[in-house]
């Protein structure tokens, strides 16, 4: 199966659509959407490039189709939200249109779906898939169950620091003076946790140990580098949430070697 086509025409995407399109350019899509000439002229350098990069000159279908749906699915980002989601959308469906194309010019619908079937007839496929699928969600609620106890001890213990701190409020507030609170991103800690246990389980996997030590190490230095107030039960749950993470992830990882081995 020749790939070589598929890799030339999404280098000519990330160029087209990240590196040659100006900030004028975006400014005006968004600002006059269908009656944008700056669409046209991006679809159109889109396509000039695809065709340029791919090699072959003789195939007009290449850029004919790359205009046209490039055009059309950023047409229809214009009209939605400006938001993380909807971009990733319009790159995936990008991502789609470039390999149904390359599927198409190189003929090789039929091989792709004999490599799916082979690939998903083996048991090792469907038990990396439900090891990752396992570590990235449910092991995280798993967690949170566990640890439910201590998050509302600290909880608790914050509420009783503002209840104290309310009491003395107009004294500050009178000397100029003023308390800064925590501040935190919304579901950060669930993602973050999502990604360690991933890398967890795939350095288990891929036999790379080393490097599972320098990710906790990483992580033990961020957070105890943090200024919180009521520290030591945080630095304490943090570190008992870390290590149940950890260890569970890496388990998992262990279960699906030996499994794969048998």
């Known amino acids: 199966m020749e790939i070589n086509l598929l890799f030339k025409l999404i280098v000519a995407h990330l160029l087209t659509?990240?590196?040659?399109?100006?900030?004028?350019?975006?400014?005006?899509?968004?600002?006059?959407?269908a009656k944008s000439t700056k669409l046209m002229w991006h679809a159109l350098l889109t396509a000039a490039v695809a065709y340029l990069i791919s090699g072959l000159y003789g195939n007009i279908v290449i850029p004919l189709v790359i205009f046209i749906t490039h055009y059309l699915i950023d047409l229809a980002k214009l009209y939605l939200n400006d938001?993380?989601?909807?971009?990733?959308?319009?790159?995936?469906?990008?991502?789609?249109?470039?390999?149904?194309?390359?599927?198409?010019?190189e003929q090789n619908l039929g091989s792709i779906s004999l490599w799916f079937q082979s690939l998903s007839a083996h048991p090792a496929f469907w038990l990396i898939t439900a090891g990752y699928i396992f570590v990235s969600w449910p092991l995280g609620i798993i967690i949170g169950k566990?640890?439910?106890?201590?998050?509302?001890?600290?909880?608790?213990?914050?509420?009783?620091?503002?209840?104290?701190?309310?009491?003395?409020?107009?004294?500050?507030?009178?000397?100029?003076?003023?308390?800064?609170?925590?501040?935190?991103?919304?579901?950060?800690?669930?993602?973050?946790?999502?990604?360690?246990?991933?890398?967890?389980?795939?350095?288990?996997?891929?036999?790379?140990?080393?490097?599972?030590?320098?990710?906790?190490?990483?992580?033990?230095?961020?957070?105890?580098?943090?200024?919180?107030?009521?520290?030591q039960l945080k630095t304490e749950y943090i570190l008992v949430g870390t290590l149940v993470s950890f260890a569970c992830s890496a388990l998992v990882g262990v279960l699906i070697q030996v499994l794969m081995a048998r």
């Open 83 to 105: 938001s993380f989601r909807n971009f990733m959308l319009d790159q995936l469906a990008h991502l789609l249109v470039i390999i149904l194309l390359w599927l198409g010019v």
């Open 17 to 33: 659509d990240f590196v040659f399109q100006p900030d004028s350019w975006v400014e005006d899509k968004k600002k006059n959407k």
């Open 146 to 231: 566990a640890t439910h106890k201590w998050r509302n001890q600290i909880a608790l213990e914050q509420a009783k620091r503002n209840e104290l701190a309310n009491e003395t409020l107009l004294t500050r507030e009178e000397s100029g003076t003023k308390e800064e609170e925590p501040l935190g991103l919304a579901s950060a800690g669930k993602w973050i946790g999502i990604c360690e246990r991933i890398l967890i389980l795939t350095f288990v996997l891929m036999q790379q140990y080393t490097a599972i030590g320098f990710l906790m190490t990483a992580k033990s230095i961020l957070r105890f580098s943090e200024k919180e107030t009521n520290t």
